[in-house]
């Protein structure tokens, strides 16, 4: 067997299931915290006072590899930064993923209530995101070495609902005006047991719940530049909890570089730029890209992993 349909065999035909992830892991994951978590505050708000932000991701998993994962993001948040007692956030993003023949397009909307008394001070929030997710499968696209095995030739797509939930908690500490923020999510709630069959046979796609958390602090120098520590946890039953930890430090020339790992046996670096108004924050353009590496058994084969960001934010 070729390794050009070796991927799309294991994800269809490993005991008849898969198990399979929602969300693709990425390397910039702050400039994504509405997507892993709904009740999250963006990463705009908490480090340059923004609370209208806009953003697109593209990430490419396992380069080198033929069929490897693709994924496409658009989103976008809105806080309310005026209200006090209860302020709204809003927000959606529209994900499309590609793994070879399988693929899923999803298209979310998310709401989130802070309790606080002034958000740039801090609160506590709980949000809800829902939406509907089309999965398929290309199954015309699959060459097997044996023809005629449990896998036929029928395209399939379903759509189901989604649902996810999440707290989050953010506050200054400091003279400095300094951020903590933690978080907790289930970005999936709904489960799903996907079976596709027609005359030759059918096979089954198993999507289990992921429980997410989330801890990052700002730390604010008086050259208008900050560090910023984070952790990223990850647990899926059956799996062990996974740990992704970075440090990223915004320069005062408008530049950031950043660095991590995981537990997993995988590092990665990060840079990019920051355009715009950026003398008071009031709207900026900001470009960052990401490198992965796994150093793990599967990761050499499995290649490396690009990613790219883009996010326009501004203050009304």
């Known amino acids: ?4 349909v070796l991927l799309p065999v294991l994800l269809l035909l490993m005991a008849y299931s898969l198990q399979a992830q929602q969300l693709s892991l990425f390397t910039q994951y702050r400039d994504n915290a509405g997507i892993i978590n709904p009740a999250a505050v963006e990463s705009d708000w908490l480090g340059f006072g923004q609370n209208i932000t806009f953003g697109a991701s593209y990430r490419a998993q396992w380069v080198g590899l033929d069929n490897a ?3 496409l993001v658009a989103r976008g948040s809105y806080l309310y930064a005026d209200g006090a ?4 956030m809003a927000g959606g993003y529209l994900m499309n993923d590609q793994t070879g023949p399988t693929g899923f397009t999803g298209l979310y909307g998310r709401i989130a209530g802070i309790v ?10 709980i949000g809800l995101g829902a939406g509907a997710v089309n999965y398929r499968v290309k199954a015309s696209e699959i060459r097997l070495r044996e023809q005629g095995d ?3 030739t029928t395209d399939q797509s379903q759509f189901f609902p989604d649902v996810s939930l999440g707290l989050y908690f953010y506050h ?3 003279r400095n005006d300094d951020y903590f923020y933690a978080g907790l999510s289930v970005p999936q709630v709904i489960g799903l047991d996907l079976t596709f069959q027609d005359e030759n046979g059918e096979y089954t796609t198993k999507r289990v719940q992921h429980f997410y958390g989330m801890l990052g602090f700002y730390k604010f120098f008086n050259n208008d530049s900050f560090l910023e520590p984070s952790v990223w946890v990850k ?3 059956g799996a062990p909890i996974n740990a992704d930890f970075n440090l990223r430090y915004y320069l005062p020339v408008n530049l950031w570089i950043g660095a991590g790992g995981s537990t997993a046996g995988s590092a990665h670096l990060e840079t990019g730029i920051v355009l715009g108004d950026t003398a008071g924050f009031d709207q900026t353009f900001r470009i960052g890209y990401g490198f992965g590496y796994s150093f793990s058994s599967f990761g050499p084969a499995a290649g490396t992993s690009h990613e790219i960001n883009l996010a ?3 203050f009304k």
Do not use: H, K, N, W
Not at 85 to 88: A, C, D, E, I, S
């Open 150 to 152: 449990i896998v036929g």
């Open 1 to 4: 067997m070729t390794r050009s």
């Open 312 to 314: 326009f934010s501004l």
């Open 116 to 125: 606080t008394q002034d958000p740039e001070v801090g609160g506590f929030s």
């Open 235 to 237: 647990y899926a039953p």
């Open 69 to 71: 994962p693709r994924t």
């Open 85 to 88: 007692g209860v302020t709204l």
């Open 172 to 174: 200054l500490i400091g």
